[in-house]
């Protein structure tokens, strides 16, 4: 088993006994989540930071820390404007900051971190389409593989992935703020329009966030945190592949 020590654990606390990977499963398992015994895709992760990184053969395992407060979610339909909107200009500033990462291959490609396959999860039952797509024509290669019409030249950013309420942290009380945004598992290096055209299409359990309040969030306050994209241009030829692969 192989560690990190240049990890945050080893640098601000003691490293006690850390699970064995059987103890890691037999644990995930037991919480009863629908996606715990699917070690390929993982489950949402609460934490803000990398605490430990374990390598154990062929696994690798992320020990993290929790993070204290409450989702978007939870918080939006009693949040004031100005509340929302402070909350938006946070989110913005992360999102340009992760768009901004450069990529520290040899050449530029489309494909999780480390030139992986995607792992978005509209391309899960897609494999061909996961890539990784290399080379200086990636993302009209990527685009071509998916039928996305879009001819101009798009650049490859960064790309979280999955930019929805229940994934931002904020603090409780008044005047929240952003504490986290988790749930990395989807994220990777796609077009520059992805982020936005997958938020705007993501739909969640209206029981927990309603119709009303997803529509306005899409509408008025997701151009808030990402640039909008032209729907004809962009939006409507991605929503077309989307449409057209059953997703």
């Known amino acids: 088993m192989n560690t990190i020590p240049e990890s ?16 890691v499963r037999a644990i995930n398992i037991a919480s009863g989540h629908p996606r715990a015994s699917y070690f390929n895709r ?6 803000p930071s990398l605490g430990l990184l374990v390598k154990y053969g062929a696994d690798v395992f992320i020990y993290m820390s929790l993070v204290e407060g409450e989702t978007l979610q939870e918080r939006w339909g009693d949040m004031d404007e100005s509340e929302r ?5 946070e989110l913005r500033s992360m ?7 450069q990529q520290d291959s040899e050449q530029p490609y489309i494909g999780s971190v480390g030139e992986q396959p995607l792992n978005d999860i509209f391309l899960a039952c897609h494999p061909e389409l996961t890539g990784p797509f290399q080379g200086d024509n990636a993302a009209q290669e990527f685009q071509d593989a998916c039928g996305i019409d879009i001819a101009n030249g798009t650049a490859i950013v960064f790309t979280h992935d999955d930019l929805v309420a229940p994934n931002i942290i904020l603090s409780p009380g008044p005047k929240p703020r952003v504490k986290a ?6 994220a990777g290096w796609y077009p520059a329009y992805w982020e936005f055209c997958k938020a705007r299409r993501v739909r969640l ?3 927990c966030f309603s119709d009303v309040m997803q529509h306005e969030w899409q509408q008025k306050y ?5 640039d ?15 449409l057209s692969k059953g997703i």
């Open 8 to 23: 945050s654990f080893f640098k601000n606390r003691h490293a006690g006994d850390l699970p064995t990977p059987a103890g």
């Open 42 to 47: 993982p489950p949402p992760v609460r934490i």
């Open 85 to 89: 909107r402070g909350v938006c200009a």
């Open 95 to 101: 999102v340009k900051a992760w768009r901004a990462l």
């Open 181 to 186: 945004v988790i749930d990395w598992a989807q």
């Open 205 to 207: 359990d209206p029981e």
């Open 222 to 226: 997701l151009p808030m945190m990402i």
């Open 228 to 242: 909008p994209v032209d729907d004809a241009s962009y939006y409507h030829p991605w929503l077309y592949f989307v």
